[in-house]
């Protein structure tokens, strides 16, 4: 069976990247990295992709002719020259124009450092440290053109402990978007994620095909 053709968007150090080329070397592993793009050309995690074998591309953004339009229509280009299926963005700091948005719909996924639809955008370990809540985590969702609204998949929890500043629990958060970022990509290799159309997302269970779960929420370990 032919493995889930991934193309990964990146703008630093690439963590979450290596938790899915990491993934990507087993051998059950559903998917296989195709391209990794980042806008900045001397983004880290570009090394990264070199390094396993992977091929990377970078094209600045800023200067770019023809503006935004453009520069995502020429990202857009490299992706289906790479053959890819799913397009992941893992730290990938620019918003992506609503054409680019419509052009990869429901190929198209994102994590962020919060429990969606709570603390959206910029600055999210801060935004939660301030609202004072007990609990705080990652959430990986479908894009659509509205920022960070898109159908929830999975989200992972953790606790925000008495003490904690942003940099703390981004430690704690950044360690559960590396376990979840790889088995959501599984399931949707797997077939196994379907949106309705309410826009709920539902995770058939591959031992027992009848049974879905909504949007699980993962506990941290």
Not at 88 to 112: C, D, K, M
């Amino acid at each position: 069976m032919a493995k889930l053709k991934l193309a990964v968007l990146i703008s630093g150090g690439g963590s979450n990247l290596q938790a899915i080329i990491d993934a990507c070397a087993k051998r059950d592993y559903p998917a296989e990295i195709g391209l990794v793009f980042s806008n900045q050309t001397d983004a880290k995690g570009l090394d990264r992709a070199r390094k396993a074998g992977i091929r990377a591309e970078a094209i600045a953004h800023k200067g770019y002719p023809g503006g935004r339009e453009s520069y995502d229509a020429a990202v857009s280009a490299l992706i289906e020259q790479s053959g890819a299926d799913l397009v992941v963005l893992a730290g990938y700091f620019r918003l992506v124009g609503e054409s680019f948005v419509t052009r990869w719909q429901g190929r198209l996924i994102n994590i962020h450092p919060s429990l969606l639809p709570s603390f959206k955008g910029l600055h999210a370990h801060e935004q939660t440290i301030t609202a004072g809540v007990k609990f705080s985590g990652c959430t990986v969702h479908y894009v659509v053109p509205e920022m960070d609204a898109g159908p929830i998949i999975a989200q992972a929890v953790v606790p925000v402990l008495p003490g904690d500043d942003a940099p703390a629990l981004a430690h704690r958060v950044l360690k559960q978007e590396h376990r979840l970022y790889p088995e959501v990509i599984r399931w949707i290799a797997e077939g196994r994620v379907h949106v309705g159309e309410n826009g709920i997302v539902t995770i058939r269970d591959s031992r027992r095909p009848d049974f879905a779960e909504t949007s699980p929420i993962i506990a941290s370990r």
